[in-house]
Nanobody, 126 residues
Framework: QVQLVESGGGLVQAGGSLRLSCAAS????????MGWFRQAPGKEREFVAG???????RYADSVKGRFAISRDNAKSTVYLQMNSLKPEDTAVYYC????????????????????WGQGTQVTVSS
């Protein structure tokens, strides 16, 4: 399995920006579809954004136009650029990896992911 380590979380005011990074190690990064999920206190883990092996993105409706996911296979890293942050974006953000055969697949269901990072806290103050 691949090991995932997130970084870049923190405290930001509403309207601000953060960039999360997720560094992968242990297996061939380009063989994995990658995703970002988040979990707020008392709520279920929810899909935020995913990127296929070929770089195609997909977003939850709640973050479309504000967040951007990208991957750098040479660095074995996936990023989540978060702009125009809102207090409701406050959550622990998790990176996930899923070994998939087809390069254009974006995985949006948490249960399909093989590997998870430890999470990074994002807090948006109003």
């Amino acid at each position: 399995q691949v090991q995932l380590v997130e970084s870049g979380g923190g405290l930001v005011q509403a309207g601000g920006s953060l960039r999360l990074s997720c560094a992968a190690s242990g297996r061939t990064f380009s063989n994995y579809a990658m995703g970002w999920f988040r979990q707020a206190p008392g709520k279920e883990r929810e899909f935020v954004a995913g990127v296929s092996r070929s770089g195609g993105p997909r977003y939850a409706d709640s973050v479309k136009g504000r967040f951007a996911i990208s991957r750098d296979n040479a660095k074995s890293t996936v990023y989540l650029q978060m702009n125009s942050l809102k207090p409701e974006d406050t959550a622990v953000y998790y990176c996930a990896a899923d070994s998939v055969k087809y390069i254009a697949v974006v995985v949006t269901t948490a249960s399909e992911y093989d590997c998870w990072g430890q999470g990074t806290q994002v807090t948006v103050s109003s």
